[in-house]
């Protein structure tokens, strides 16, 4: 059964602070949000971690480049 908000909820989302406070929540507690999150949002947070980590890493081999 896939996961539904309430509508007071639904109705919030749009919100700046509540997408805000979600993407928050999301990068701390990857594993919760990895439950309750709806497949479109899944796909960010694994994209946003994939490039976040690429960069990352390309930054730290050009910084230790002599």
């Not at 406070?21 to 694994?46: I, K, Y």
């Amino acid at each position: 059964m896939p996961y539904t908000l309430p509508r007071s909820l639904r109705d919030a989302i749009h919100q700046p602070e509540v997408i805000v406070g979600r993407t928050a929540a999301a990068c701390v507690h990857p594993v919760a949000a990895w439950r309750v999150l709806p497949m479109s949002w899944r796909v960010l947070v694994l994209t946003v971690y994939t490039v976040s980590s690429y960069v990352a890493v390309l930054g730290a081999l050009v910084a230790l480049n002599p």
